[in-house]
């Protein structure tokens, strides 16, 4: 089946770092979603990227999708404690019916240090 | 609106106990979905909706149960709990023609 694997598992940043996680499929994507889970919360969509070399930006936060659909980054710029968090990537194998049915990654841990 | 909202927000069971995890939303959505969360597992399918009176078997469905009777509510079961069960349970809801999925703010279940 399909897998999603999203590295690292875990980062800790300085306050005014830059921040990046990386999720890799096993299959094509027909899209990729990003979630962000604050401690102790619920997963809260964030983007969808759906075309080939997708770049798409939310203030400080830059995603991209691979060429290929079958990798995706998540970029912060200068890093706050308020980005704190899991971010999770997510996502649709192309082809076939998949009912909605997502696909996660094991999400980064982001830490920021003040 | 209240979105997507789950009870109980926590609970704790004794091995072989059962009980049952709503998840109610007012969005009107067709497609509900049912997660457990695991530390360095990520959100892993249990059991999914596409439609009132639909279910479907998602990536860990051993041990669970799940019912659709009406479009706004989606229940979990678990009919003899385990210790491998304790985790933490996410309901989301999605409209149709859209991907995107809305969380519930979980249930943290604990099996002793």
């Known amino acids: 089946g399909q897998q999603v694997m999203q590295i690292p598992q875990y980062q800790h940043v300085q306050e005014g770092e830059d921040f990046t996680t990386y999720c890799n499929s096993s299959?094509?994507?027909?899209?990729i979603q990003w979630y962000k889970q604050r401690p102790g919360g619920h997963p809260v969509f964030l983007i969808q990227?759906?075309?080939?070399?997708e770049v798409k930006k939310q203030k400080r936060l830059t995603f991209q999708f691979g060429e290929a659909k079958k990798n995706s980054s998540l970029h912060i710029t200068a890093t706050q404690t308020t980005d704190v968090g899991t971010y999770f990537c997510?996502?649709?194998?192309?082809?076939?019916?998949?009912?909605?049915?997502?696909?996660f990654g094991q999400g980064t841990i982001l830490t920021v240090h003040p | 609106n209240a979105g997507v909202t789950q009870t109980p927000k926590f609970r704790v069971l004794k091995t072989g106990q059962s009980m049952t995890l709503l998840c109610a939303q007012d969005?009107?959505?067709?497609?509900m979905y049912w997660y457990r969360q695991d530390p360095g597992m990520g959100l892993r399918l249990i059991h999914y909706?596409?439609?009132?009176?639909?279910?479907a078997k998602g990536e860990v469905p051993d041990g669970y149960n799940v019912s659709r009777l009406k479009k706004q509510n989606f229940l979990l079961g678990l009919e003899s709990a385990a210790p491998s069960q304790t985790s933490v349970y996410f309901c989301?809801?999605?409209?149709?023609?859209?991907?995107?999925?809305?969380f519930g703010p979980g249930t943290r279940l604990t099996v002793l």
């Open positions: 989301a809801s999605r409209a149709t023609g859209t991907d995107t999925q809305y």
């Open positions: 299959t094509t994507l027909s899209n």
């Open positions: 990227l759906v075309k080939s070399g």
């Open positions: 997510a996502g649709f194998n192309a082809g076939g019916t998949s009912y909605g049915k997502l696909t």
């Open positions: 969005m009107n959505h067709e497609y």
């Open positions: 909706s596409v439609g009132e009176g639909t279910t």
